[in-house]
């Protein structure tokens, strides 16, 4: 099992800048994929980024494409994802989840895993 716990959401203001975190513990051996997907209330929950473990390949959705930036730390455990100029319609809860897969889907359906979200809201 793993276990993910994402933080850093809070409330900020059109233009500011965001760094999100997920620790993983538990069974974290392993070259699995890492994402983060969010959902806006009334909303699927949407594939936001996700990134390979060794870091070298990356996907974004095209409306965070040149804002957001994925990264991890398989030392620590820890996915972050950086998220500079942010807009109201990226107000939404934040969930990190892990595949069992090296390879990148956009699907939730491929991620075993999921943390319990943070909450992000920017406000105009």
């Known amino acids: 099992q793993v276990q993910l716990a994402?933080?850093?959401g809070r409330l900020v203001q059109a233009g500011d800048s965001l760094r999100l975190s997920?620790?993983?513990?538990?069974?974290?051996?392993?070259?699995?994929?890492?994402?983060?997907?969010?959902?806006?209330?009334?909303?699927?929950?949407?594939?936001?980024s996700a990134i390979t473990w060794s870091g070298g390949n990356t996907h974004y959705r095209d409306s965070v494409k040149g804002r957001f930036t994925i990264s991890r730390d398989n030392v620590n455990n820890t996915l972050y994802l950086q998220m500079n100029s942010l807009q109201p319609e990226?107000?939404?809860?934040?969930?990190?989840?892990?595949?069992?897969?090296?390879?990148?889907?956009?699907?939730?359906?491929?991620?075993?895993?999921?943390?319990?979200g943070t909450q992000v809201t920017v406000s105009s």
């Open 6 to 8: 994402e933080s850093g």
């Open 22 to 48: 997920c620790a993983a513990s538990g069974r974290t051996a392993g070259r699995d994929v890492m994402a983060w997907f969010r959902q806006s209330p009334g909303k699927e929950r949407e594939f936001v």
């Open 90 to 116: 990226d107000t939404a809860v934040y969930y990190c989840a892990r595949s069992l897969s090296a390879v990148i889907y956009s699907d939730s359906a491929r991620y075993r895993y999921w943390g319990r």
